[in-house]
């Protein structure tokens, strides 16, 4: 019931496309979901996060779609970048004992070719 | 503003032995969550601390698995008695008490057994 279910696990996409990565997450006391950015040799750093009382949050280029009743969100990266190149990590979390405990999805290695 | 640290950034021991993996937060923060990552996976919560305070430590395993955040010093992850199954990328992340869910992550101790 902790789990959260990420896909896919690599994505190639050409520059100037959009990126987009699936979450999925069981446990409904989850009300906090961050995404994070990983490039190698880098510890991850916050992207984006939306709670569930909204179902779409954008920053820039960056944008989550938050669906409450299937229990799924997902980050849109539009306009990709060969920069863009790294792993991204969906996470969620709940402020019983404190939102810095996170359950992590799996990862996806995303690849923008220029 | 320095980032969080973490020392030493690699780290090979033999089984048996003990591995100390330091973190010190960024400034002005007092809550300090160690993450463990293995190869092609996400992050797994290990233990939550405030100063002086294991606040959480589900994710811990319960033997040769130890933490501590001490009044003055950084956090140390301790692991006696290593074994090959502890090989990984150890992480350690802060955030202020203003604004917990906000983490900021180390760069990592990429811990080897030999």
């Known amino acids: 019931q902790q789990q959260v279910k990420q896909s896919p696990q690599s994505l190639i996409v050409q520059k100037g496309g959009i990126s987009i990565i699936n979450c999925a997450y069981e446990n409904t006391a989850f009300d906090y979901f961050p995404w994070y950015q990983q490039f190698p040799g880098k510890g991850p750093a916050l992207l984006i996060a939306?709670?569930?009382?909204?179902s779409e949050k954008k920053e820039g280029r960056f944008t989550i779609s938050f669906n409450k009743s299937a229990k799924q969100f997902s980050l849109h990266i539009m306009d990709s970048q060969p920069g863009d190149s790294a792993t991204y990590f969906c996470a969620a979390g709940t402020g019983g004992t404190s939102y810095g405990k996170l359950t992590f999805g799996q990862g996806t290695i995303l690849t923008v070719h220029p | 503003n320095a980032g969080v640290m973490q020392n030493p950034r690699h780290l090979v021991r033999r089984r048996g032995q003990e591995a100390r993996l330091r973190c010190s937060p960024m400034k002005g923060h007092s809550h300090v969550y160690w993450y463990r990552q293995l190869p092609e996976e996400g992050l797994k919560f290990m233990v939550y601390?405030?100063?002086?305070?294991?606040?959480?430590e589900s994710g811990m395993p319960k033997e040769r698995f130890s933490a501590e955040f001490p009044k003055e010093g950084p956090s140390i992850l301790r692991i006696q008695q290593v074994v090959r199954g502890d090989s990984a990328a150890y992480f350690c992340a802060t955030s202020s008490q203003q604004v917990n869910e906000k983490l900021f992550f180390g760069s990592g101790t990429q811990l080897s057994v030999l």
């Open positions: 939306i709670r569930p009382d909204v």
């Open positions: 601390l405030q100063k002086e305070n294991i606040i959480d």
